[in-house]
């Protein structure tokens, strides 16, 4: 969020130390400090169709996609979680947010695998791109100057797609577990990373992404790909609209 004379970065905690630690190396002239909010700063995600109304009950006004508003000390972004409405709501430790209805885990990972949200540990680390988990549009800019990251993104831009996509998955057969692969004639193509019930997000190689197909898991189950490759990069272009620097030299790995 950018708040005048800030920027506010909202992370998992288990990637702090390592985020502030590669912005730390960015900075060569620029008058810039970092500071951990972490201690005094809450957030909450208020998600649901009934979301934009709690938000404007409780703060006034409900922000429209990608905005934000700032109430005192209360900041809320716009930021679906796919085609469901919601909103981050950061608020100083101890203040009191309006009585909500709590979000069980076992509906939050059902919304993940309804939405193909990818989650830190699971879909999303150091080892994956952006543009593999399907986020060219939120996290990635296709016209802005160099910024560490870009070689590889150039790189995917140029041959047209990344080499593997996150995928929706219908399990049958005996559950698997996050972690198994995907075989395609005795060879592996892919990795599932969150399973539930009958249901998995996976990452899948991009030739054998097709919607439709059936893939199988170690252990003797099948997958049945719920996802094609609808709104990834096309061969030759980047997303409609943008463009990408014709040259580019990025040192740090994204």
Do not use: N
Not at 109 to 132: F, I, K
Not at 223 to 239: N, V
């Amino acid at each position: 969020l950018h708040t005048g004379d800030a920027h506010l970065l909202d992370l998992d905690a288990p990637t702090v130390a390592d985020v502030v630690g590669r912005l730390e190396r960015t900075v060569i002239t620029e008058d810039v400090t970092f500071r951990d909010l972490g201690a005094g700063l809450a957030r909450l995600t208020v998600a649901g169709a009934g979301a934009p109304a709690a938000i404007a009950a409780w703060i006034g006004e409900a922000p429209e996609a990608g905005r934000h508003v700032i109430r005192g000390g209360t900041r809320v972004l716009r930021r679906d979680l796919g085609s469901v409405p919601a909103y981050e709501v950061f608020l100083p430790e101890g203040d009191a947010p309006p009585e909500l209805p709590d979000l069980p885990d076992d509906a939050w990972t059902d919304l993940r695998l309804t939405e193909r949200l990818p989650a830190w540990g699971a879909e999303l680390g150091p080892d994956v791109l952006p543009l593999e988990a399907r986020l060219a549009d939120s996290a990635v800019s296709f016209s802005k100057g160099c910024f560490p990251g870009q070689e590889p993104v150039a790189m995917a831009w140029h041959r047209g797609h990344p080499a593997r996509l996150l995928v929706r998955v219908a399990l049958e057969g005996a559950l698997p577990s996050a972690g198994d692969a995907l075989q395609a004639d005795g060879r592996e193509v892919g990795r599932l990373t969150t399973v539930a019930g009958g249901r998995a997000l996976a990452y899948v190689r991009w030739d054998r992404v097709e919607e439709g197909a059936v893939l199988d898991v170690e252990g003797g189950a099948t997958a049945r790909l719920l996802d094609g490759r609808d709104g990834t990069i096309a061969p030759g272009r980047a997303p409609a609209g943008r463009g990408l620097p014709r040259r580019s030299r990025v040192d740090t790995p994204w």
